[in-house]
């Protein structure tokens, strides 16, 4: 099956400082996505982006289909930007279900 | 739009008894619904694939006469732990797409999942 990659593993940032994290991944795909995951569990959608740029706020991500990679891209960070963040996508010879990356563990601190 | 609503958010019971989680979409149809578990700090692993009006798709490993699911409606799916035992703990997450739009613009929808605790 398709293997998703995210670095770095773990995170720890002050607040106001940026950072970038990265999702490898290992064949072609219908769908990538960017989650939040808060301390409750509940999984906060970042982006829908197959491919290009988007850009919400603070937050914003790129796709590179072709070289089979996205970047989640975090500014000005805040202590509420705490959490886990996992990449997911949609290999696109299955047609369905999202296959996670083991997540990027944030702390912002004071 | 593009709302999936899950209960319980957390459920306590005793081993040996069976539990069932609800999945609906509230605002949009879905054809196909997904289950995961997620143990703690650890990724999601999908368990099943929830299809409407036939039988689920279960993931290698995952025992199907356990983990009971049902899939009546375009907006309803159910995850019934059967038998529960103290290693059935775990966080339960269900997810689904609009089945008009095939998610786009949207992508997969989760809910806001069931921590299940078998004492």
Redesign the interface.
């Known amino acids: 099956g398709i293997q998703v990659e995210q670095s770095p593993p773990d995170l720890i940032l002050q607040e106001g400082a940026n950072s970038t994290l990265r999702c490898n991944f290992s064949d072609s795909v219908n769908n990538l996505q960017w989650f939040h995951q808060n301390p409750w569990g509940q999984l906060i959608n970042l982006f829908y982006i197959p491919s290009g740029t988007k850009q919400n706020g603070r937050l914003s991500a790129t796709t590179v289909a072709t070289e089979r990679y996205s970047l989640l891209y975090i500014s000005s960070s805040q202590t509420t930007d705490s959490g886990v963040y996992f990449c997911a996508v949609e290999p696109r010879d299955s047609g369905y279900a999202l296959n996670f990356g083991k997540g990027t563990s944030l702390l912002v601190t004071p | 739009g593009a709302v999936v609503s899950q209960h319980p958010s957390w459920v306590i019971c005793k081993s040996g008894t069976s539990v069932k989680i609800e999945c609906r979409s509230l605002d949009f149809q879905a054809t ?1 619904m ?1 289950w995961y578990r ?1 143990f703690p700090k ?5 368990m099943a ?1 929830s299809n409407e009006g036939s039988k689920a798709t279960y993931e290698q490993g995952v025992e199907k006469d356990k983990f009971l699911i049902n899939h009546a409606s375009l907006t309803l799916s159910t995850l019934t732990v059967t038998s529960a035992h103290p290693e059935d703990s775990s ?1 339960y ?1 269900c ?1 689904a797409r609009d089945a008009k739009t095939g ?1 786009l ?6 809910g ?2 069931t ?1 299940l605790t078998v004492v």
């Open positions: 196909t997904f997620q650890q990724s999601l692993m999908l694939t966080f997450i997810s998610g613009n949207y992508g997969y929808t989760f806001s999942g921590r």
